[in-house]
């Protein structure tokens, strides 16, 4: 979650970032679509009890996550539009599998309440960042290994309420994951807040009259 420089006090806009492309139909765009596309297909194999196929959805929703920031940056395809769409689809997804599987009883409500507490504290953040007019912060190593440990851990969970061999190597497995995701989560949440803080001195040391 890397805040950047181009603090300019709001006179003129940023340059656009070395490497980044103005395209808004790439490969790593569409396969965020395609994540939010799985969205109601998790949702509709839930509500009809289809764990192991619903399970099936999140690994593929995990794998896409992997590969859109890969290709991103091995091809130079990092787009503006990228670098917002990529975190929406992580966030709605991740919301969205919470209250799913806490309402089929995969998981305990403490646990939706812990990590959505998180991007409550994030939001929060929101006008100060529109009000200072700072750039949009792009997800770094720390926010994308709690998404990814997240999204993986989730269909292991998913898999352990099925009973079968794999069950309680899927369950310590994805509470493994789960804790290690929460714990990166919120480290990333507090990267955000300090550069945040950062930012907003710099801008308010270059208002300074001088």
């Not at 656009?16 to 297909?41: E, K």
């Not at 099936?56 to 539009?81: E, H, K, P, Q």
């Not at 200072?132 to 352990?160: C, M, N």
């Amino acid at each position: 979650m890397t805040m950047g420089t181009g603090v300019d006090g709001g006179r003129r806009p940023s340059p656009r970032p070395a490497g980044q492309v103005d395209r808004v139909v790439t490969l790593p765009n569409a396969l965020s679509v395609v994540r939010l596309l799985l969205l109601p297909v998790f949702v509709w194999l839930l509500l009809e009890g289809r764990l192991v196929a619903a399970g099936g959805v999140l690994a593929l929703s995990g794998l896409t996550d992997y590969l859109d920031g890969r290709i991103a940056r091995a091809y130079g395809l990092v787009s503006r539009v990228g670098q917002i769409l990529d975190p929406v689809a992580d966030r709605l997804y991740i919301a969205t599998t919470l209250l799913g599987l806490a309402w089929a009883s995969v998981i305990p409500w403490w646990l939706v309440v812990v990590l959505m507490a998180r991007d409550a504290f994030v939001l929060a953040l929101y006008p100060v960042v529109r009000r200072h007019r700072l750039p949009i912060p792009e997800v770094d190593f720390t926010g994308k290994t709690a998404t990814f440990s997240l999204l993986a851990a989730f269909p292991l969970l998913v898999l352990g309420a099925v009973t079968g061999w794999w069950t309680v190597a899927a369950r310590v497995v994805g509470w493994a994951l789960v804790w290690w995701g929460i714990a990166f989560y919120w480290v990333a949440g507090g990267v955000y807040a300090w550069q945040v803080r950062h930012m907003v001195g710099q801008r308010r040391a270059q208002e300074v009259p001088r």
